[in-house]
């Protein structure tokens, strides 16, 4: 190889050995001997997009309505900065701080109750949520269960009428009355599942009715009525 050829080779392996160092000492941005500045935005992110669109700060909060960086305060529909106005039907009183309530009045403290009902205390749908309950209601979203019962006569004499009086209309387990069910020794009060009615139509072994077992609605109807006392109406 000549002497001309080797300075060529010499020079550009120089070059590129050059170009490798001059490279490693770019920041991220770049920028040869840099310090990631030049591209790096508000939040401290290099080649980041800034604070987004809507947010007054990089931490994600918001500017809220009363000029407070993420007080979380919002416009409601009415322009009011905080307010609680619920519809435009609400927005056109005097005084533009005061809303219309559910009853029409311009600063009236009338609300609609959980039941959907203006200036309601809520009684149309509070009551017994126990299925199975003569009185349970699928309207009920507020629970009242102490108001739940099951009636003896409408109910319970009823499921014993056509099912289990042919056999036990006399004898040690009569359940032809109210007073002789209570009486047969066959009910723990307020305690279903140790209660011998219940246990031989749904314990481990149920064995009554002979002609066959009751459905889930007539024995749920007859451990409720244990647990809610056993009484005769309410």
């Known amino acids: 190889m000549g002497f001309s050829y080797k300075i060529i080779l ?9 170009d490798d160092f001059f ?3 770019k920041d991220e941005c770049g ?18 997009n800034g604070i987004p669109e809507g947010y007054c700060d990089c931490e994600g909060n918001v500017l809220g309505c009363d000029g407070q960086c993420g007080s979380g305060q919002e416009y409601d529909l009415c322009g009011v900065c905080n307010g609680n106005a619920v519809s435009q039907y609400s927005c056109d009183c005097d005084d533009p701080q005061e809303i219309r309530d559910c009853l029409g ?3 009236g403290l009338a609300t609609i109750d959980q039941c959907g009902i203006c200036n309601g205390d809520n009684s149309l749908c509070t009551g017994c949520m126990i299925s199975g309950s003569d009185n349970f209601s699928a309207n009920n979203i507020i629970a009242n269960n102490e108001l739940c019962f099951v009636d003896y006569t409408s109910s319970i ?41 219940w246990q031989v139509i749904e314990g481990d072994s149920p064995s009554m009715p002979p002609s066959g077992p009751l459905n889930n609605s ?5 451990a409720l009525w244990i647990y809610f006392g056993a009484q005769e109406s309410n």
């Open 10 to 18: 010499i020079s550009l392996l120089f070059l590129y050995s050059c």
């Open 23 to 25: 490279l490693s000492d």
């Open 31 to 48: 920028v040869i001997g840099g310090d990631n500045s030049s591209c790096m935005d508000e939040c401290g992110v290099v080649n980041g």
């Open 105 to 107: 009045q311009c600063g």
């Open 157 to 197: 004499q009823t499921i014993f009428d056509n099912h289990c009086t042919p056999c036990h209309g006399g004898g040690a387990v009569n359940l032809e009355s109210y007073f002789n069910t209570i009486n047969s020794d066959i009910i723990q009060i307020g305690d279903s599942s140790n209660s011998r009615l």
């Open 218 to 222: 007539d024995v749920r109807k007859i």
